[in-house]
Each structure stands twice: as structure tokens, then as C-alpha cells.
């Protein structure tokens, strides 16, 4: 699809453990071996990012009520919460908090000496200064061609710009009505991508690091967006049908 999942890095295995892990929540008991070898890839190369699919998995498992038994949820949600207790060490080991006494105020601590180091890189941004919604309008669709650096910031802005039209189809009222009737992995797919965001906005202060960074969530926000086009490209074949069908009535009558 683009650079990052197709490069000889941490990018494409990441991106394969990921699509792994979203094929299988569809049906997960008929689809374990995927389930396990995509959480695998997740954890082996990114635990944080694990932590964040366990927790949005465990939310689908219960956004779908009819999915699994109450039994079999129940396995799943203590055989996850093991997983996490197990290997905290090795997941809070990436942003150094390991061995933490005060897990929130050493968070935050993080976040702020991250955000205030790589602000001042080259492709730095005032993260800390921005309000959330600019934090996730950088995250998502910067640079754009205002601040792209060089040709390459260019062709990255080509790209942000397409994830940025993507993005404006949801803006409709219909969109609220989808996601009443949306299948439970199409809202896992939704809150695993805002809540990735919102953590890495607090951390990501570099738009070299935030390409490499959203590249692993945005393909959720695309499925969200393939779903929601597909949902309303049948309402209107529906209404069609239906009108249809009331022209001939009326005119066998």
C-alpha cells in the first residue's frame, strides 16, 4: 500500500500481525491459529501495540453479544488478562516503566520529556501546545504540502491528502445510523484507531516518527470507511428497490 508495509523493517511484519489479528476477531473461535500468530507478531515486535488490540479485543468479544458464549468470553478475557499480567514488564518496558512505583505520574513524566526531545528535531512539532483535535489532525494527515520537507515530504503529503478526503465521507448524518447496525469488528476497528491515537499524540512529537507510527492504524480507519460505503451504497439500492416496487403496484392497480 505504501512504503512502511512493503519495506525490509519492523513495518511489513507488524502490518501482517495486525491484518492477522483483525481477520480473526470476525470469527475467532473458528480462527485461532490466526488470533495467535498475529497477537505474536504484535507483541515480538511491538508490545505496547499489543496492549492496545487486547484491550479493544476484549471490548468487541462484548459489542457482540451473540458472537461467543458467556463461557467461552470468560475464557477469553482470562487467558488475555493473564497474557497482560505475565509480560507488563516487557510491554511498559517500552516507554521505560517497567519498574515503576507510580505508574500515571511516570506516564505523564514520559510523555512530557518525550514530546519536549523529539519537538526538537528537525521535522519536530509543538505537540504540547496543540488542543486534541489538532494533536489528532497532525497525527493523522500531517505533513501536508504547507510543511512538507523536500520531494518526499511532498509524496507523503499526496498521501496524507487522500487519508484526509477518505476521512471527510464519514462526516454525514447517516454515518451515526451505521454504526448503530455496524458488525462488532467494524466498531473494534473504530475504537482500536481513536484509542491508539489519542495514547501516541502524547508521545509523537516528530512527523518522521508519526508517519512510521500511524502506519500500523490507519488501514482500521479505511475498513471503517469501506464498510460505511458499502452500507450506503445498499440503502440507496434498497430505497431504489422500493420505489420500484410501489411504481408497479400503482400501475397494476
Do not use: C
Request: proline residues 3%; without cysteine; aromatic residues 16%.
Amino acid at each position: 500500500m505504501h512504503f512502511w508495509t512493503a519495506s525490509l523493517g519492523k513495518g511489513a511484519p507488524i502490518f501482517l500481525g495486525l491484518m492477522l489479528f483483525a481477520y480473526a476477531l470476525r470469527k475467532p473461535l473458528n480462527r485461532i491459529y490466526s488470533l495467535s500468530l498475529g497477537s505474536l507478531l504484535v507483541f515480538a515486535i511491538r508490545p505496547h501495540m499489543f496492549l492496545l488490540l487486547a484491550g479493544a479485543g476484549l471490548l468487541s468479544i462484548f459489542i457482540n453479544k451473540n458472537q461467543i458464549s458467556l463461557k467461552q468470553k470468560a475464557i477469553f478475557v482470562g487467558a488475555i488478562t493473564g497474557i497482560l499480567l505475565l509480560f507488563h514488564k516487557q510491554i511498559l518496558g517500552v516507554v521505560n516503566l517497567g519498574n515503576s512505583q507510580n505508574l500515571i505520574a511516570d506516564f505523564l513524566s514520559f510523555t512530557e520529556n518525550r514530546s519536549n526531545s523529539l519537538d526538537n528535531a528537525t521535522s519536530g512539532v509543538p505537540m504540547t501546545d496543540y488542543s486534541l483535535l489538532e494533536k489528532f489532525f497532525t497525527f493523522w494527515f500531517r505533513p501536508l504540502f504547507f510543511d512538507a520537507p523536500g520531494i518526499l515530504g511532498v509524496i507523503v503529503s499526496i498521501e496524507n491528502l487522500i487519508y484526509l478526503l477518505l476521512f471527510g465521507k464519514l462526516f454525514k448524518k447517516s454515518f451515526f445510523g451505521f454504526l448503530k447496525t455496524a458488525p462488532g469488528h467494524v466498531k473494534l476497528s473504530l475504537i482500536l484507531f481513536f484509542t491508539t491515537s489519542f495514547a501516541m499524540t502524547f508521545v509523537m512529537s516528530n512527523l518522521g516518527i508519526i508517519l512510521r507510527q500511524k502506519s500500523m492504524i490507519m488501514y482500521f480507519l479505511f475498513f471503517v470507511i469501506y464498510y460505511f460505503l458499502a452500507y450506503e451504497k445498499d440503502t440507496v439500492f434498497r430505497l431504489k428497490q422500493e420505489v420500484t416496487g410501489r411504481q408497479h403496484l400503482q400501475k397494476a392497480a
